[in-house]
């Protein structure tokens, strides 16, 4: 729209060429500039041969690391055993030298070791470029039990690991029918041993069981101390601990609460 000079008047003039379509032609160039649409550009022979170079390398450590035995399995080290062999544990183990290392299945390694008998826990790890490490923890023997080749040693959870000629010096005998995790008379014997105050338990012999509500101490010097079942055992011990001072060979704290002693 434009002022005619001659009269005064506003009059309609259509301006010369299309700046609105001009405009949008560049806006559509700046547009398919930003979203890429340049042609793409070719891979230099150098940029190609540095790729397949990558390729290979990555293929060839690959192959060394899991289909070749250069980092294979050259020693099997086992540690924390006492009561199981070291060769035990390796025969268990079951690891071929020479396999690679990084194949080594250490979950079904440990699974087979964990079936040893004395073991309670196993950890197998990796130590490069060729060492497998099997760390054993081994159970701890709380009492014994009386079986036809001597004696077997008891762990916290009833489980018999290990068989000896002769009763370990300071364990305690369990005396049940049936020792094992699944008797009750063995969990309820192992209970009260494990309640024991240190006063108690200097003086303890054996651990009778023949019923989970039957259980008596017999220490030393001939003295039995009845406890009946294996509950308020924590309050039962520190009661028979105080009367380890008075007379009598019998004391009985099956009843906690009126406790008393006998000859």
Do not use: Y
Request: net charge positive; glycine share 10%.
């Amino acid at each position: 729209m434009r002022l005619s000079r001659s009269t005064g008047e506003f009059k309609l003039v259509r301006p010369r060429g299309n700046p609105i379509g001009s405009s949008v032609r560049r806006l559509r160039r700046r547009w398919r500039s930003s979203r890429g649409d340049r042609p793409a550009r070719r891979l230099s022979p150098g940029a190609w041969l540095l790729a397949v170079l990558a390729v290979v390398i990555i293929g060839t450590c690959a192959w060394v690391l899991l289909g070749t035995s250069v980092l294979g399995v050259r020693q099997v080290r086992v540690t924390g055993t006492s009561v199981a062999a070291e060769s035990e544990v390796r025969a268990a183990a079951a690891v071929t030298l020479g396999t690679p290392l990084a194949r080594v299945d250490t979950d079904a390694v440990a699974a087979r070791v964990r079936a040893l008998a004395p073991v309670a826990s196993v950890e197998v790890g990796r130590s490069w470029p060729g060492t497998l490490v099997i760390a054993v923890t081994e159970r701890v023997g709380v009492a014994a039990v009386a079986v036809p080749a001597g004696f077997g040693v008891v762990d916290s959870g009833g489980f018999v690991f290990h068989t000896v000629p002769s009763r370990p010096a300071g364990v305690p005998l369990l005396k049940v029918t049936n020792p094992g995790p699944d008797d009750p008379s063995t969990r309820a014997g192992l209970r009260v041993l494990a309640a024991l105050t240190p006063a108690l338990r200097g003086q303890v012999a054996a651990v009778s069981a023949p019923a989970p509500s039957q259980v008596q101490l017999e220490l030393a010097g001939g003295r039995v101390v009845i406890w009946g079942d294996a509950e308020q055992s924590d309050l039962k011990a520190q009661v028979a601990t105080a009367l380890l001072g008075r007379p009598g060979k019998t004391i009985d704290v099956s009843a906690p609460d009126v406790a008393t002693t006998s000859s």
